[in-house]
């Protein structure tokens, strides 16, 4: 290769795409941020950084940016822009799962700290605050109308965090993020989302007043079943400080495949994002209208409860994917559904392409008691789909099709003098 022909190449090279600025908009964000071209090979696709160190020009002096790969690795620097740039946040630091996510958040607070708490979080959560956080030191109060008691709730000198799950898991309650920021912040305490449901694409917690929002990556915005991994965004420099200093020493870090494969899924999210919606709309509707369903849980329908909420938070009062109803038929003809579709896959999670479809009380939230459990409307006969980018048709026909068979075998129960 000519001399010549490097500067050429390299000058070539030297002029990159501008990159996306916050005016633009989110899918041309998700495409570029953090997308930067190779610059020694023009590569349009990062490589994978696998190399665990970094060479050094002399002691302490390492070649770029980059030393030991538990601290900063490229690759992940590369999903962390685009994390921050789709939920509008300066700074975003990835981790090994959500799990690891939360503990870390939790792990950031003093002995003695005090947390509320909605009560309805994510099973691993609450395993989380009241198993692990407690050995800790760090106390967790939950509240089922956190909107309304958040106030009383809060311990002078020793509340520090407000934990929000919005949309709630299985039964997709809303809480107003705005109305319960305002009163956290008037006492200085921290607001913290866990926007997992929605997906950046939907909600961005921190234009409402989170301080923080979280995600299990492994969800949505990874968006193919096969990678585990959370993320936290926030503004702050002082969180930045503290959750990078903690990312590093407690070191439960995503390896730089998995943070190459999340940015790769990130990038398609607000297709993704759009055509669930679509789909989990379609479902939605052709539940409620079947005399075979009890009641639907969806934020895009006009039934639902805070549907105000949903127009107000999310972008253009989408729905999201996830949705959960009440069979009628009690717990045997929910099982029977679940068994029934062809589509629709029975299994745990979410966010993937593909529509998943599960008994919550059964399985999920089996661990929770089940007055505790019905108390948050979570019944031995509730169902909950997460609908993938499949068409809408083909869903709504498999879940029709899969109702009519697991209420014959309810009728022919009531013919046998057992409804
Ligand atoms: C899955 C999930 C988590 C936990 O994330 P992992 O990546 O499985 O550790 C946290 N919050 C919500 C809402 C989730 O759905």
């Not at 106390?139 to 002078?156: A, Q």
């Not at 009163?183 to 997906?199: C, K, P, R, Y």
């Not at 745990?348 to 008994?359: A, C, H, K, Y």
């Amino acid at each position: 290769m000519s001399p010549s022909h490097l500067q050429n190449s390299n000058a070539a090279i030297d002029t990159p795409p501008r990159p996306p600025t916050p005016e633009h908009r989110f899918g041309t964000l998700a495409v570029h941020s953090g997308a930067h071209h190779d610059p020694t090979t023009g590569a349009v696709i990062a490589p994978i950084s696998l190399s665990t160190t970094f060479a050094q020009t002399g002691v302490g002096k390492p070649v770029g940016a980059y030393e030991y790969t538990r601290s900063a690795n490229p690759n992940r620097d590369n999903f962390e822009q685009a994390v921050a740039a789709l939920e509008h946040a300066k700074y975003a630091l990835a981790f090994s799962s959500g799990s690891a996510t939360t503990a870390t958040i939790l792990q950031s607070l003093a002995a003695g700290s005090h947390v509320v708490s909605v009560s309805d979080v994510y099973g691993g959560t609450h395993r989380y605050f009241t198993k692990v956080a407690a050995a800790h030191g760090v106390h967790v109060t939950f509240s089922p109308c956190i909107e309304v008691d958040v106030e009383e709730l809060i311990r002078p000198n020793e509340t520090k965090l407000v934990w929000i799950e919005t949309p709630s898991n299985p039964t997709l309650g809303l809480v107003d993020i705005r109305k319960v920021a305002s009163i956290a912040h008037q006492h200085g305490i921290l607001v913290v989302v866990d926007n997992t449901f929605m997906s950046p694409y939907i909600q961005n917690p921190l234009d409402h007043g989170a301080d923080i929002v979280v995600h299990s990556v492994t969800k949505y915005i990874n968006g193919h079943s096969d990678v585990l991994m959370g993320v936290a965004a926030f503004n702050s420099d002082a969180l930045k400080e503290r959750l990078s200093f903690l990312q590093n020493a407690i070191g439960a870090v995503p390896s730089p495949f998995d943070c190459w494969l999340a940015h790769r899924g990130l990038k398609t999210l607000h297709l993704r994002a759009r055509e669930a919606t679509r789909n989990a709309t379609t479902v939605a509707e052709a539940l409620e209208a079947s005399p075979l369903v009890q009641s639907v849980n969806y934020p895009g329908l006009n039934s639902h409860p805070q549907r105000a909420v949903a127009l107000k938070q999310h972008r253009d009062g989408m729905g999201g994917g996830m949705l959960s109803f009440r069979i009628k038929g009690g717990q045997e003809a929910a099982e029977r559904f679940c068994q029934n579709t062809r589509i629709f896959t029975l299994a745990e999670s979410l966010g993937g392409i593909e529509s998943l479809v599960e008994v919550p009380s059964s399985m999920t939230h089996a661990g929770i008691p089940r007055e505790q459990r019905e108390a948050a409307g979570v019944f031995d006969d509730l169902v909950r789909m997460s609908c993938g980018i499949e068409d809408a048709d083909d869903l709504k026909a498999d879940v029709l099709r899969a109702l009519e068979k697991s209420a014959i075998t309810s009728k022919s129960d009531a013919a046998n003098g057992q409804a």
